[in-house]
């Protein structure tokens, strides 16, 4: 082999080198972006996955919250019929009339007190 050879070898060699090195360089900064990007994904993740446990939570606490109010309310109307059976005038019949309305309203406000406080929990 002459030198000529060896010369053309040892440049193709170094070319070779030079590419080879400037691919694994742009490969690792691919790579180290890839990484961030993937560590931003999970914490994002991480992020949604708390707010979810959050508002399942809260719903948990809105539906026990509206049963108890449904219970009440039961027992309200189950008084009020019991008032009414025994009511005999017309003055007892427009009272029971007014607690009838007390009992309904009661029962709106509930439900709406109770959106409201979930939304302004869980929709900051």
Known sequence: MGFTAKAIGCLLLVALSAVTG????????????ARAQISTLERTI???KAKH???AVALSE??????????????????????ER?????T???RNRCLRLAVRYKEVV???????KFC???HK
């Open 53 to 55: 446990t959050s508002d």
């Open 62 to 83: 809105l539906r026990l919250a509206e049963s108890a109010s449904r219970d009440e309310l039961d027992r309200m109307r189950s008084q009020l019929a019991d008032i």
């Open 46 to 48: 991480e992020e949604f």
């Open 22 to 33: 400037y691919h694994f360089g742009q490969n690792s900064e691919e790579l180290k972006n």
């Open 92 to 94: 007892d019949r427009e």
């Open 86 to 90: 025994m009511s005999k005038t017309n």
């Open 120 to 122: 302004a929990e869980n």
């Open 110 to 116: 509930d439900r709406a007190d109770r959106a409201i």
